[in-house]
């Protein structure tokens, strides 16, 4: 049997963050997305981030870190944190608008994907 190949695309994405919860990214259709890095900076006093999962097949959101404490002037980095499927999102939030979430997003092409 003959496999089609893999493409794949790697993508950096950074955003600052507000107490409004934003779209920090949303996987294009006929993409899988595998979420390599997810990096949260914080350039002042201790914050809370929160990082929201919106699974758009169950049409449901899943809190991953629910007012997490990003420690003073510190990172806070899950690696190979999770794989989404299109049309999936990640939302974010913090307290402060002195942090900001950086990913790094490995996007695999898959017309057929579920």
């Known amino acids: 049997m ?4 893999l493409f794949y695309k790697n993508r950096t994405i950074s955003s600052a963050l507000t107490a409004t919860s934003v779209e920090v990214y949303v996987v294009p259709n006929q993409y899988e997305g595998h979420i390599a890095s997810l990096l949260f900076s914080n ?3 201790a914050a809370a981030v929160t990082l929201v999962h919106y699974d758009k097949a169950l049409d449901t959101n899943f809190t991953v870190l ?3 404490s990003v420690p003073a002037y510190g990172v806070f980095q899950l690696e190979n944190a999770m794989w989404l ?3 999936d999102k990640l939302l974010c939030s913090s ?3 002195l ?3 950086t990913l790094v997003v490995k ?3 898959s017309p057929q994907t579920f």
Not at 2 to 5: G, L, Q, T
Request: avoid cysteine; hydrophobic fraction near 35%.
């Open 107 to 109: 996007e695999l092409y």
């Open 85 to 87: 499927a299109k049309g």
């Open 99 to 101: 942090v900001s979430l």
């Open 66 to 68: 629910g007012s997490f």
């Open 43 to 45: 350039s002042g006093g």
């Open 95 to 97: 307290v402060s608008s």
């Open 2 to 5: 003959i496999h089609a190949p």
